[in-house]
DNA sequence: TTCCATGTTCCGCA
DNA sequence: TTGCGGAACATGGA
């Protein structure tokens, strides 16, 4: 799931549960999820501290710690968070637990351990060393932007879309929508794409993910039209009705459909 | 048993 | 140097 919208919908989640409440413990389930600290230096750091708010940038998710410094979550394919009764079981392939005085517990969840937890003394230093380009809905990415990175790239505009160090939050569901959404197939060469294309991408880019953030993230909510509940076997394009193809597009599966998506 | 999966990083190639 | 594709990583579900 984690792609920008599911990231905002943890973002809101951890806002709307896990603020301003004392940490009483830490607890690793399995510490190779841990980035450039430990179990005992993470406890160390968060112990008597508490979240103080959030702040998003692409896929990643950044909390404030009150002691100073951030906690940085990233999910990989498979993370989610959890918030619960400390008493309560703790949700399967729960890696990292922060367990409040209050008796409530926020769990980091990841099955395949493809995530990263870890501590930050500055959230903008690690966007930086991190090469992470703009965040997908910053107000920066203007066609005319788009343009001017473009015109250097032969190659898909999927490909373009994903790249985390040009535009920071598109992973492979999100770049087949988008593109569904704007009638574009995924392989068009994104240098041969017009200031006009290149408009119409970007509002359909900020739709798509705005609309998908507003419900949650939760493909269950999407409007009719969107392809993201057809990506299967046999499945049909929401406006025609015709049966979407797949191709492999920087070695990720996509799903499109050869009428409604042309070439430019 | 084999293949595939919503992410990132590293390597080789043009 | 830059863009791009493929493999690797870890794990479980179909």
Redesign the pocket.
Known sequence: ???LP?VEAFKEYLDATALHQNIARVRVD?D?ILSGTSAQALGRRLKGSRLQGTRRH???LFARISGGGWLLL?????GELDYGESNGGLP??ARVVLEFENGRRLAYIS????G?VAVLNDADAFIAE??LGLDALDDAITPEWLQQ?FA?????VK??L?????I?G?????SDEILFQAGLHPKT???RLNHEDLAHLRRTMRRVLRTTAGHQ?DPAQFPGSYLTTR?EKDGRCPKCGGALK?D??????SYFCPKCQQKR
Do not use: C, W
């Open positions: 799931m984690p792609e599911d399995d190779r692409g896929k990643h990233h999910f990989g394919m498979t399967e392939y099955r395949r351990m493809l990263e991190h090469d990175q250097s790239r032969p190659g898909p490909t373009a994903m790249d985390q160090s040009l920071a598109i992973g492979n569901v999100y060469r994104s240098n993230a990506r797949t492999k597009v920087s070695g990720r599966t």
